[in-house]
């Protein structure tokens, strides 16, 4: 298959992790004699520089005449006193309305061999595989009116949803369950708010078109508490926009490091993946950052946008591999520093541990 992929690696780390990724997916491509070509392109500060604009019209052309955008991160304390509207987050927040997607996925799923890196109890966290549907182009962050008075002292922020964008969004949460354990969890708080119950009966409404898939309702104060009690109970949870941010991230704690969330977001003209994490500005060129949530992210590339789902499985696979050997980067290695080995390192250990895999499974199939 042809596969044309943007790479918008941006500012810090974002270009140490996003080469890392690539690699992977080249490795994956040429495995499976598939053709991947890769478009680069300018995003954040580096974009600030040397276009003047976080987010330069070449950058969008390309994004939008791509199949896949995957973007290392944005962000660069050296223009933190330009308005908001100009300073490297900007393009991320541009090129995510450009790329027009609504249906934002966040996997989280805890890895046996850092079980000791969460907070959590591993009884609690083993085996938790949870896939979090959060919508991101309604609710809270974008309802109108929008306000802060600062004469009356008076600020508003308006929820709200239509029925239509609620449907898109659910049938999007459906279908994935359908593919998984058909376990699905609607976050909301129907007790108080009226967007919730519209969120509840339409949900509802969907899951009639999904018989196989079991559906079950959280009020979203609950399941902040169920999420770390019992987070094996989970399967695909989907929310609204707010709620979504706030349980996906505090859902991260299972994994232990924000170095190893991937993310992708569908549903609009081009899917946008990206690692969970920043630029990280306090590590950049030090070789410290993490590349594995970035190549969990190529992972998705492979399973959402390229319909390779063994591949996919491969990625992740390779990625257990290398971490069960006991292979760590800094920030999992639990003051153990000096035995942690480097971004490019841990990219190519991932990359090893592939090609062993594929290499693997073709003398299966010849025998
Ligand atoms: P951050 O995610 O960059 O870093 C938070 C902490 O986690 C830091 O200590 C960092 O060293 C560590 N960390 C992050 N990713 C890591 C990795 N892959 N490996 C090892 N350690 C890692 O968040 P921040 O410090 O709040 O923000 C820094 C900059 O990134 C800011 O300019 C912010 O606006 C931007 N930002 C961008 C995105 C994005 O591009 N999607 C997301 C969040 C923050």
Redesign the pocket.
């Known amino acids: 298959m042809q596969l044309k992929i943007a790479i918008l690696a941006?500012d810090?780390?974002g270009p140490e992790?996003t080469r890392e990724a690539r690699n992977i997916l080249s490795a994956a491509a040429e495995a499976g004699g598939h053709n991947f070509t890769f478009a680069e392109a300018l995003i954040g500060g580096v974009a600030i520089t040397a276009k003047g604009t976080p987010l330069p019209q070449e950058t969008i052309d390309i994004a939008l005449d791509s199949d896949a955008v995957l973007l290392g991160?944005?962000?660069?304390?050296k223009f933190n006193a330009l308005s908001p509207d100009k300073r490297?987050?900007a393009g991320?927040l541009q090129i995510r309305q450009v790329l027009g997607g609504f249906a934002n996925l966040r996997p989280s799923v805890a890895c046996p061999a850092l079980s000791d890196n969460s907070p959590l109890r591993p009884e609690v966290t083993k085996g938790v595989d949870i896939l979090f549907v959060r919508e991101l182009l309604g609710g809270l962050y974008f309802g109108q009116p929008r306000s802060w008075n600062k004469q009356t002292g008076e600020a508003i922020n308006t929820m709200r949803y239509t029925k239509a964008e609620i449907v898109r969004v659910a049938r999007v949460a459906f279908e994935l369950a359908g593919k998984r354990r058909k376990k699905l969890t609607s976050v909301d708080k129907a007790n108080v708010l009226e967007v919730s119950q519209l969120w509840r009966a339409t949900v509802t409404e969907v899951a009639k078109d999904y018989p196989g898939v079991t559906l079950e309702h959280q009020l979203v104060d609950s399941m902040a508490m169920h999420l770390m009690n019992v987070p094996r109970n989970f399967d695909v949870v989907l929310t609204e926009n707010l709620f979504g941010d706030i349980l996906s991230d505090e859902s991260g704690i299972i994994t232990g490091?924000?170095?190893m969330l991937p993310s992708a977001t569908i549903g609009g003209k081009v899917n946008l993946f990206?690692?969970v994490?920043?630029?990280?500005?306090?590590?950049a060129g030090t070789g410290?950052?993490?590349p594995l949530?970035a190549i969990l992210t190529a992972a998705m590339v492979l399973r959402y946008s390229a319909g390779l789902e063994q591949e996919a499985a491969a990625v992740e696979a390779a990625v257990q591999h290398v971490l069960d050997a006991g292979y760590r980067?800094a920030?999992i290695a639990r003051g153990n520093t000096a035995g942690a080995v480097t971004t490019a390192q841990m990219g190519k250990l991932v990359h090893s541990a592939l090609a062993e895999a594929i290499d693997r499974s073709q003398s299966l199939h010849a025998v």
């Open positions: 941006g810090g780390i992790v991160a944005v962000g660069d304390n490297p987050e991320l490091s924000l170095g990206e690692p994490h920043g630029s990280a500005p306090d590590i410290k950052a993490n949530g980067t920030d």
